[in-house]
């Protein structure tokens, strides 16, 4: 684990902020941690202060799907940001709906914890993972897909185009 830990934390309720914070000073390292209530604000810091640049991202599952997607399409475009993994923070049973939020690039789930022992726990191994973060694939213009389409599908019907050479028996 590092000696020294930065991470922006974006959750709008002031008790799970205490909690996150006093679980990070139980790990005993060198850590800063920004808080946001909310996407947009969030983003806004972070195009603002452009000399910031977390280790983390946790994003809290009370935030809107939606909203937490778009931050996600946001930051990955940010190419300082681009690399960071980015986990949701959600109670138990809201770590299961975590399928559209893998889909927009979550790296993982942090679950939130009733004790802050617990959650120093949950901190230090994902401060201990190794994450990757999935490069999006390169946009492809709209008209090189139409034309591999045409071109596969008259390889696949070449068969049927073709004129036999004689119709009677």
Not at 96 to 114: M, W
């Amino acid at each position: 684990m590092k000696k020294k830990i930065t991470s922006l934390l974006i959750d709008a309720k002031p008790d799970q902020r205490i909690q996150f914070y006093l679980s990070l000073d139980l790990l005993q390292v060198n850590r800063a941690c920004v808080c946001q209530d909310n996407t947009f604000d969030a983003l806004a810091y972070l195009k603002q202060h452009s000399d910031f640049i977390p280790d983390y991202i946790f994003i809290s599952a009370d935030l809107p799907v939606e909203h937490a997607t778009a931050f996600m399409k946001h930051v990955r475009k940010i190419s300082r940001l681009a690399d960071i993994p980015v986990l949701h923070f959600a109670a138990p049973g809201e770590a299961l709906a975590l399928a559209p939020l893998t889909a927009a690039g979550f790296n993982g789930c942090l679950l939130k914890q009733r004790d802050i022992y617990t959650l120093r726990d949950a901190l230090r191994m994902i401060f201990e993972q190794t994450f990757t973060v999935e490069k999006a694939p390169a946009p492809v213009s709209p008209l090189s897909n139409v034309a591999v389409l045409i071109k596969e599908m008259l390889q696949r019907h070449q068969v049927l185009l073709e004129a036999p050479h004689r119709l009677s028996a």
